[in-house]
């Protein structure tokens, strides 16, 4: 299983981005999709998490209300849109997977497959 995040950037706050991850190896529909963020001298934090099969949604508190994810199927990619986005979202986001829906969603040691990041800065 291969990642491929993208479409991060630089935003003023406020502002909306939207990141994209492309997997590879196998149908989407067979993957949990997570995503994470990573702030410098910080842990990795969980941001949300959908089960690709029927689109089902888990979100981190500090994402509910701003965030989407999504996903396409057809085209292998999972999205995280980002709205409203605050100086405090800047951070290296990351997408991962694993093939069953976790027993803990937001911790990063359940997801066995990680792509390589992508920056966003948002400026205030």
């Known amino acids: 299983v291969q990642l491929q995040a993208s479409g991060g950037g630089l935003v003023q706050a406020g502002g909306s981005l939207r990141l994209s991850c492309a997997a590879s190896?196998?149908?989407?529909?067979?993957?949990?999709m997570g995503w994470f963020r990573q702030a410098p001298g910080k842990e990795r934090e969980f941001v949300g998490a959908?089960?690709?099969?029927?689109?089902?949604?888990y979100y981190a508190e500090s994402a509910k209300g701003r965030f989407a994810i999504s996903r396409d199927n057809a085209k292998s990619s999972v999205y995280l849109q980002m709205n409203s986005l605050k100086p405090e979202d800047t951070a290296v986001y990351f997408c991962?997977?694993?093939?069953?829906?976790?027993?803990?969603?937001?911790?990063?040691?359940?997801?066995?497959?990680w792509g390589q990041g992508t920056q966003v800065t948002v400026s205030s």
């Open positions: 190896g196998n149908t989407l529909s067979s993957y949990v």
């Open positions: 991962a997977a694993r093939f069953r829906w976790p027993t803990f969603p937001g911790r990063p040691g359940e997801y066995r497959y």
């Open positions: 959908i089960r690709c099969s029927d689109g089902t949604t």
